[in-house]
């Protein structure tokens, strides 16, 4: 098959960008959408051209580094699928591509299709753990989890951090990210004694990054490739209006 | 140069303790004065930084992700082993020291296993403690399952996603440090060289793969957690960053390299579909429990496999091993099916797989259970290519996953090169010459959370260590060497791209020195691997600058290092004229083509030193041996007959 691309072309933070047309013929349909990039790059790179950047590692969905918006849809269209895993039998013939960055404040573009998310690591260093030095901890069977908690739990912690929910967002809001770490902890026992100064250090962080605030919009959770639900911010929600009441 | 393990003296159960007891510390007031650089930040990296900056040291940590959250720890399906008898069904420490022992096929050192051992049951309690969401029985217990073949059930998970969670839990603590300012983090950053001064690690050499910038750190001691070197296949289950940059680097400096040819084949991934394929998927090894594997009995059978009559079929695990059946050892597993494939048995349009087949269970079962079973399985196989595997039986080959050899340390994790410390896969030490499922975790998190941490305090605690700065002639010698070959890369304007090289090299590797190996073969690739070699460095074509972010430019310092280790995995498995676990000669096979280890000549680790230098860039490196005994677990063959 073959494919039209236009994918976004920016040499660094600070140069001004634009989109960039390109052919992609004789596409195979079990190829992923980077694979495609793949081979499109070593057509640029033995033309004397730059290749397109672009984050990936792991490529079977779970590290989280890869993803941009595929004609403006983050990830593209297949739900819960990131684009390492999003093959090409899923486009037409003569299909026009464009790709795009995670566009938000909080993520300024690196290079092309590269951003920076260090934010995220900053929200989660400000409280998204809990704290118990290495050693400390008693035995694994000491506190019983009820299963149903642990299952939801595991539900929220399976978010990979890929910025996906920020992009998607109309107001660039890390809610959906933010809230499934503090649902993953807050719904297990071992996460109680810290929760009302994770949720309040967690959001204030948020804020500080300049990711936007939530209107409950759902976008985020429509195109989350773990498919966390929006459950996750009314738990996160709860916390924080909790915690500020306490600490009025 | 003699090689010393400085294994304690004493039984085994009491080694680690009298060991921790003779350990000097360092005064806690002092900590905060010395700094520990940490490179990598997968398991072993991330739960090793978090630890020692809770102890109050400097530390730095540095991955080339945007994010130590991404290392490829993170990918791990199944599960991590600890011995706790939850269950009650005959486990203990010693059991599980003496499986990981046998299945390295007794090439481990007795110490080190029995010690990992000991610390598996700490790890759970601590990963718990953390918040990790492991799997739970109706009463609130924690879940275990069988795993790999062992006999008893000592494998804790969460989900399918066992390796992120606990990777979550050991990120979550470094950022903790990180938030306390006592842990420096440095992402997309890559170590490029390590420098030694007086003989000791004491820093290293970094780009920061945004900037381009080279930059120099001291520290008191290095510890690489690097990960394994699966890449050099090119093709593999490896994320597609994973590299042996630094270890390769630090093994330049002097450091040994034990075990190179010690690699790990899975048998059960997805099979290559087209040359645009940049990775391998692994489906995790459990979904042997149920499905039975087949090829048709005729070479050539290009019929559908529902059309082979049953009558046709070579179910061949289960013919030739008739009490493990489908269940064999992955090294058994993957060496099967290919000999099937090399028969012209093999399905696919590439005639490189066999048949995974569901249909007896679900019929026995019931396709719901089967779905309950392994329906994200079956779900992220039919995403990749584009076949149910209800209705049809899935199409699996093995690949590479997991390598066992590494930089080589002694009892206390240090390498030959005082300072340097190499934990996780990065270093050769625990899993001999194949690892048993469950266990790769297992080690990274003792290796990084209840090992380093003491002896890197016992290191600095008893060596005298000069007050350094990276104006050092040693830094700047490093940076200058660091800097130019850069500039080499980028000024060759060859005619191939970084990843055709790599994508040669993978093939002649797994070819030459991948399930099967000869000593006629290995020779070849010796020679086919120079050749291409030289003309990498004649024609390969790396676009863009050293000034900003470079992908290309990345690619190419690290399958630089790849042509080089590819070399010495081949010198190493052709000078061991024996199979063992990962490690198949094909000279030496028993009667009926099992593996025939030859413990009179080859118990010993194999540590290479490195000794080419500029003048002489052909020097063949020298092989030091360590010997392996064996007081507690006596070597037998390995049956499953």
Redo the contacts between chains.
Sequence with gaps: MRLILHVWRQ??AKAPGKMTRYEAADV?????M??LL??LN?G???K????I?F??????G????CGFMINGIAHGPLPA?TVC?L?M?HFKDGQELHLEPWRAKAFPV??DL?V???A??RI??????????????????T?????EN??R??DA??C??CGACVAACPNASAALFTGAKIA??GL?P??QPERSRRALSMVRQWNAEGFGSCTNIGECAAVCPKEIALEAIARMNRDFISASWERR | MLLDARVPLGPIEKLWDQARFEMKLVNPANKRKHTILVVGSGLAGA?AA??LG?LGYNVKCFCF??????A?S??AQGGINAA?N?HGDGDSVFRLFYDTVKGGDFRSREANVYRLAQISV?I????????V??????????ANRSFGGAQVSRTFY??G?TG??LL?GA???L??Q??EGRVS?F?RTEMLDLVVIDGRARGIVTRNL?TGQIESHAGDAVVLGTGGYGNVYYLSTN???SNCTAIWRAYKRGALFANPCFTQIHPTCIPV??D????L??MSESLRNDGRIWVPMKAGDKRAPRQIPETERDYYLERRYPSFGNLVPRDVASRNAKAVCDEGRGVGKTGLGVYLDFADCIQRLGVDVIRERYGNLFEMYQ????EDPYQAPMRIYPAIHYTMGGLWVDYYLMSTIPGLFVIGEANFSDHGANRLGASALMQGLSDG??IL?YTVGDYIAKTKLETIDTGAAEFLSAEAGVAELTEKLLGIRG?Q?V??FHRQLGKIVWDYCGMSRTGAGLDEAIGEIHRLREQYWRDV?V??SAE??N??LEKAGRVADFFELAELMCIDARHREESCGGHFREEHQTPDGEAQRNDEDFSYAAAWEYKATERAPDLHPVLHKEPLTFEYVHPSQRSYK
């Design positions: 040499r660094g195979n349909p079990d190829m992923s980077l694979e793949d081979v070593e640029l790179i033995l004397g051209e730059e290749p950047a984050e990936h590692d792991c490529r079977e779970i590290c989280g580094s699928t895993q093959s039998r690196i290079k590269v920076d998310r260090g995220f690591d989660i260093a400000a409280a998204g753990y809990i704290s118990v030095p290495t050693g400390s901890a008693p035995d694994g069977n506190i019983l989890v009820n299963k642990a299952d739990a595991m912690a399976a990979i951090g993953h902890l297990l071992q996460g | 739960s978090a630890t809770e992700q945007d994010s130590p959250r991404r490829h993170i990918a706790k939850y700490n759970i309690d601590q990963c718990v403690a953390q918040g969401p492991f799997a739970r029985e109706y009463g609130g217990t924690l969460a989900r996603q992120q969670q979550l990120y979550q603590a950022e903790r990180v938030h983090m992402p945004v994320a597609k960053g579909s087209g645009y394929q940049s990775k998927t692994l995403r990749i290519t584009d959370y209840f941490p005619r791209t990843d055709a074509k676009p863009g900003d972010l992908q290309s």
